[in-house]
């Protein structure tokens, strides 16, 4: 069975940075596409950023463009996001996401982590 499990979050102070982990284990999967979403409070779930294994190129939804950066590992089953320049409207529970379709539509996500939290004060 498909594992994914975050890492990293926390509290901090906006300005700051800080740097989620994904790790994937176990299971038969071929993974095309990986990707972080967020859930804010009392808000939709919404794309944050995603990296495709065939040329390693990244995507970033509007909101974290040119402030978080995500990275994966050779294997393949292992994913970064770094994020700077923190503002309180970062604050959510992010997800990570496995896609096998390479499309990174929530809507197709094959397998999802629990979820870690980002809280980031004024």
């Known amino acids: 069975q498909v594992q994914v499990v975050e890492s990293g979050g926390g509290l901090v102070q906006a300005g700051a940075s800080t740097r989620l982990s994904c790790a994937v284990s176990g299971g038969t999967y071929s993974s095309e596409s990986m990707a972080w979403f967020r859930r804010p409070p009392g808000k939709d779930l919404e794309f944050v950023a995603g990296?495709?294994?065939?040329?390693?190129?990244?995507y970033y939804g509007d909101s974290v463009k040119g402030r978080f950066t995500i990275s994966g590992g050779s294997a393949k089953n292992t994913v970064l996001l770094q994020m700077n320049s923190l503002l309180p409207e970062d604050t959510a529970i992010y997800y990570c996401a496995v896609d096998t379709s390479g499309t990174m539509d929530r809507r197709t996500i094959d397998y999802w982590g629990k979820g870690t939290q980002v809280t980031v004060s004024e």
């Open positions: 990296i495709t294994w065939d040329n390693n190129r990244t």
